[in-house]
Nanobody, 123 residues
Framework: VQLQASGGGLVQAGGSLRLSCAAS????????MGWFRQAPGKEREFVAASSWSGSSTYYAVSVKGRFTISRDNAKNTVYLQMNSLEPEDTAVYYC?????????????????WGQGTLVTVSS
């Protein structure tokens, strides 16, 4: 599976961005999907995850209520809608796929990773 993340950019605090992650391969609809982020000098951290069907979603406390993960299995794409962005959200955002069909906050559960897209939030 190859994952291609896009949609990052520069946005002012309080603004919104939508990240997309396009996946190759026919098994996408069976994968759990996650978004993680890594700020400069920090470890990669969990942001959001979705089960294979999208019926179960999970969020980090720091983004709950502001970010929404969704997926379109017909398009082999998972999205991360980010609202009310804060400077602390500045990071490279990565999408990941887990052959286990449920989403997880544990990055070790993921088998495939995209290349990352940079999100910069100015104050």
């Amino acid at each position: 599976v190859q994952l291609q993340a896009s949609g990052g950019g520069l946005v002012q605090a309080g603004g919104s961005l939508r990240l997309s992650c396009a996946a190759s391969g026919r098994a996408f609809s069976s994968y759990g999907m996650g978004w993680f982020r890594q700020a400069p000098g920090k470890e990669r951290e969990f942001v959001a995850a979705s089960s294979w069907s999208g019926s179960s979603t999970y969020y980090a406390v720091s983004v709950k209520g502001r970010f929404t993960i969704s997926r379109d299995n017909a398009k082999n794409t998972v999205y991360l809608q980010m609202n009310s962005l804060e400077p602390e959200d500045t990071a490279v955002y990565y999408c990941a796929a887990a052959t286990l069909g449920y989403g997880s906050s544990d990055l070790r559960r993921y088998d495939f990773w995209g290349q990352g897209t940079l999100v910069t939030v100015s104050s």
